[in-house]
């Protein structure tokens, strides 16, 4: 039975790398149709930032990622919450002391600074297992629990990064409980992850250097090793430095109110260095839970491209029903638009669809469907192609245009007539008239299709913008 965890701690909010660890977990999971647990890792108070709890929920389940056991479900290894479970990892703590592989540590923070100073003084590196106190004092909880280490080398395996090894000269004696009473991470996640059954590690780079240390303490507490998999940084859109807040590091739901669709997100997050070994990027969530394997997990950087992103959101966008999208862009309509009946701005965004990248771009693509533009002659003076032609034949043009709509039925096809007979009889490039009209009718730099465009703004109006284009030449 496969069992993952995600066990984040409630420092601030996720972003899409922290929340690809929880992705991958979460696929581990149900493709094997194993649990998928969220364990909250809050050991740490100093870091523990008010709302975090609540905010990785709400992205899991923006992601649809549904938990078996966890902090939100319960389960049968409850508590989820590390701060809930301090008598267990005290009870777990007790066994080391017990077999000689725990102790309590005399040394005051000053103290252990001269240790460290000491050892940079004589060029070798600073191991605490190299001070270890002679007769420790029994420990009351009052001081930091301390693990005994047996430093060997270690090979390992990891499901992403492959065959590992490393040297004795780096497992030390680390904290398994502070002083406060709660306890490290370093502790904390080995208990649990025994005691909930978790068969996967799924996590950070981070973490990866003190797998030794890790691999001492299973083995003095003879545990079962879990399947360890590492997951490569995420990288900027250059691919040479770790992702930062500058290169878009930054709240995945900040995301979704710009516009972006869950389907997208979900998509996006999974292929940040995963691939199904062809070149799909658009996958639903089923063909996710289908394919997904941790040995196809690059072990390299994943780079984080923000118009990777855009593209695949308007690709989601053209896929999803018109019931659909009109479900979705609810609260993004441009102002006025509550004044058009719903038949309308159905029509409009029918139209606008396969040009939306993200919801966020339905007030600019749309906003002249529901509000009378202001001509604007500088945008067509900035125009490459019709800042060749003078005013007085670009007025000419828009007349010509006026006179042959007025006797056009305005159907789509029977408008798109008009404009080939127009094109014939102006002897003008469909690049340079339709451009013009298109100027004339809409003030906007991007729309959809002309005679679709003309046909749901309708003739009156049409009409009546050609004339105000005109007048305002
Ligand atoms: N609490 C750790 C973190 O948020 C999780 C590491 C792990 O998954 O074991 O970075």
């Known amino acids: 039975m496969v069992r993952t965890r995600f066990a984040p701690s409630p420092t601030g909010f996720m972003h899409v790398g922290n929340l690809r660890t929880g992705l991958f977990a979460w696929l581990t999971a149900r493709h094997a149709g194993g649990d998928f647990i969220l ?22 389940n923006m992601l649809g990622l ?27 703590a007790q066994r080391l002391i017990d077999t000689g592989r725990a102790y309590a540590d005399p040394y005051t923070a000053e103290q252990v600074q001269q240790f460290r100073e000491q050892a940079q003084a004589e060029k070798r590196p ?30 390992w395996h990891d499901e992403v990064m492959g065959d590992l090894h490393a040297g004795a000269e780096v497992v030390d004696d680390f904290i398994l409980i502070k002083s ?34 890790y691999l001492n303490l299973y083995e003095a507490l003879g545990l079962e090793l879990p399947i360890f998999a590492t997951m490569p940084h995420i990288l900027n859109e250059n691919g040479n430095k770790k992702l930062g807040k500058r290169d878009g590091a930054k709240d995945v739901l900040e995301y979704v109110r710009e516009g972006y669709l869950p389907e997208t997100l979900l998509s996006f997050i999974a292929t940040l260095g995963w691939n199904d070994g062809t070149e799909q990027e658009l996958f639903t969530r089923q063909e996710l839970i289908e394919k997904f394997t941790l040995d196809r997990v690059q072990h390299s950087g994943a780079r984080f491209d923000e118009k990777r992103l855009l593209w695949m959101n308007g690709q989601f966008i053209r896929q999803l029903s018109l019931d659909d999208l009109w479900n979705r862009v609810v ?54 192609q019709l800042s ?86």
């Open 39 to 60: 364990r909250l890792e809050d050991t740490d108070k100093n870091r523990e930032v008010e709302g975090s709890a609540d905010h990785i929920l709400e992205c899991l």
């Open 66 to 92: 549904e938990r078996d056991e966890g902090i939100d479900v319960g389960g049968p290894y409850a508590p989820y919450m590390q701060s809930e479970r301090l008598a267990i990892y005290r009870e777990w």
């Open 331 to 384: 609260d993004f309509w441009p102002e006025g638009a509550e004044n058009s009946n719903d038949d309308y701005r159905r029509q409009v965004l029918a139209l606008a669809q396969d040009r939306l990248k993200t919801l966020h771009d339905l007030p600019t693509l749309t906003s002249y469907f529901f509000a009378e533009p202001t001509p604007d002659w500088s945008m067509i003076d900035d125009n490459k």
């Open 180 to 213: 406060d009473g709660y306890p490290t991470y370093n502790f904390a996640h080995i208990v649990d992850d025994a005691a909930m059954q978790v068969t996967h590690v799924i996590r950070g780079q981070e973490f990866i250097s003190s797998m030794p240390n």
């Open 126 to 155: 600073f191991l605490y297992r190299n001070h270890r106190p002679e007769n420790p004092p029994t420990w009351d909880g009052t001081t930091p629990l301390r693990f005994k280490s047996e430093p060997k080398s270690y090979e």
């Open 388 to 473: 060749k032609i003078d005013r007085g034949r670009l007025v000419e043009l828009l007349g010509a245009t006026k006179s042959a709509l007025e006797s056009s039925d305005f159907s789509a096809d029977a408008l798109q007539q008009t404009l080939n007979n127009l094109l014939e009889q102006t002897g003008e490039k469909p690049g340079t008239l339709f451009s013009l009209i298109r100027f004339a009718i809409t003030w906007a730099p991007f729309s959809p299709a002309l005679p679709e465009t003309m046909e749901v703004l309708g003739r009156d109006r049409t009409l009546q913008r050609l004339q105000s284009a005109i007048d305002a030449a």
